[in-house]
């Protein structure tokens, strides 16, 4: 009992930080859509539209930070401290360079992408879309440093440092998003302050400000090195082929699964946009409370990324075992018991977003539908992360892409056009992809093959 105990406190004081974590980013898309839902459905509809291309772009900047992770909890579960050092400088560095890349290449090509996807919008979606988009594109790099700090630290397990400079950076989104968005008319010491409202483009000007100043933080804190990670003569930087590598084997097919279901999820996205205005937006609101498990399951999937990458790292797979099946656990609980809440409640969640009773009454089904898979969604994010942990990325590489684009979007085309199910169709697609990973993974996982992958591979 003791050991159990043991193991389980462990896993939450390493987990607990990453789940707040991932609940105060989720807390921050929450609020901005919130004061986006209010300027009405279109702007709403915008904002989903341009979300949705944006976390398709996050994946290839998320396989360099995941493979960075995973090389950096191996080298810690080995006590080279010194060489997990490097690998952080590396994967920094050289995603900075990508994600300049990837702006100026977006920048260039924003109206186009946006024309070819949403063509069918109404134009008063569009002309809001737009702007959105081309401003959002400028905080793609600080996104990407933001994400890649925050692996180094988890995978050295360091995880409430990550937290802290989330929750600084959610304040300043909030904050500002809402001046941004609605204006701000008062008096203040003599002086009149009358600065008119932005709506959609203050948004965008608000998520970008406090992208840049999470990025920032998280530079100061890895150069500082108080913590176990730091970049060290951050000044000189040598490409080391060895380590860059190791990080492309890593993270490539971590960031093509991740593009995988993001461009399904887009792929969706286009359906949904024929389907008129009250469909795109049940669906944006739908994603945004269902993203409530998703971002819980997420913060468990990094949990057992880090203590299953330090476990094989020191050469002990039975405790990766361990630490997977009581995170496997607490994430089958939470999520069921989320899910039934959700389930009751969700026509008054969805009243928070929005007074526009066509999109309530849609978002309730839909999300009733989803509501449903979630045991399967806990499943699927823990197994998932247990295998990158110990180095074998691959397969779920090659089951996401087969789930998303056979199940999501082959299914979600039959169920929701050609029958005639609508957006309903599409959910209950999302469903099915859910179930059919959840029963490969736990097949994969008990094999064990995942014991031997990174000694076999001498990475």
């Keep these: 009992m003791r050991g159990n105990n043991r193991v389980r406190n462990h896993v939450l004081s390493l ?123 400028l905080s793609y790099p600080f996104m990407f440093i933001y994400y890649v700090a925050n692996g180094v630290m988890r995978g050295s397990g360091e995880t409430k440092t990550p937290l802290k400079v989330t929750i600084i950076m959610n304040i300043v989104s909030a904050v500002l998003s809402y001046f941004f968005i609605y204006g701000l008319n008062m008096h203040v010491i003599g002086i009149d302050i009358d600065l008119a409202g932005l709506g959609v483009k203050g948004a965008a000007i608000g998520i970008t400000v406090a992208r840049a100043c999470g990025a920032l933080i998280n530079v100061f804190i890895l150069l500082k090195g108080k913590r176990r990670i730091r970049i060290l ?51 944006t609101l739908g994603m945004s409370i269902m993203s409530l498990c998703i971002t819980l399951g997420y913060g468990f999937n990094l949990a057992a990324v880090t203590l299953t990458g330090q476990s094989i790292g020191a050469g002990k797979p039975e405790e990766a075992n361990t630490y997977t099946k009581e995170i496997l656990k607490i994430n089958l609980f939470t999520l069921s018991c989320i899910s039934i809440l959700i389930i009751i409640f969700v026509p008054h969640l969805l009243s928070i977003y929005t007074n526009d009773k066509e999109v309530i009454a849609c978002g309730t089904t839909i999300i009733r539908i989803y509501a449903l898979s979630q045991p399967f969604l806990a499943i699927v994010q823990v197994l998932t992360g247990s295998l990158r942990g110990a180095g074998d990325t691959k397969y779920p ?33 999302m469903n099915i992809d859910l179930i059919i990973r959840a029963i490969l993974y736990m097949i994969r996982y008990r094999k064990g093959g995942w014991r031997k992958i990174w000694i076999e591979e001498n990475i």
């Design 15 to 137: 987990a607990l930080p990453i789940v707040f974590e991932q609940i105060a980013i989720l807390l921050l898309g929450i609020i901005n859509t919130i004061m986006v839902g209010r300027l009405g459905k279109e702007a709403v509809a915008a904002v989903g539209n341009v979300d949705m291309i944006s976390r398709c772009i996050f994946p290839l900047f998320a396989g360099l930070a995941t493979g960075g992770t995973i090389l950096i909890a191996h080298s810690i579960g080995k006590e080279h401290k010194e060489e997990a050092c490097d690998i952080a400088k590396q994967a920094l560095y050289s995603g900075i360079i990508l994600s300049i890349v990837v702006t100026i290449v977006l920048l260039i090509t924003r109206n186009p992408i946006l024309h070819l996807l949403f063509g069918d919008v109404e134009a008063s979606v569009m002309n809001l879309a737009k702007p959105y988009f081309k401003i959002t594109i």
């Design 233 to 283: 003569q951050w000044k000189k930087w040598n490409i080391r082929f060895d380590i860059f590598s190791k990080i492309l084997r890593l993270g490539i097919p971590y960031g093509m699964e991740q593009f995988a279901m993001q461009t399904g999820k887009l792929m969706l996205q286009v359906l949904i946009t024929g389907m008129g205005t009250v469909a795109i937006a049940a669906n």
């Design 397 to 429: 590489m090659f089951t996401t892409l087969i789930g998303v684009w056979f199940f999501r979007v082959l299914f979600g085309y039959i169920l929701g056009v050609l029958f005639d199910l609508g957006i309903n169709g599409i959910w209950i697609a």
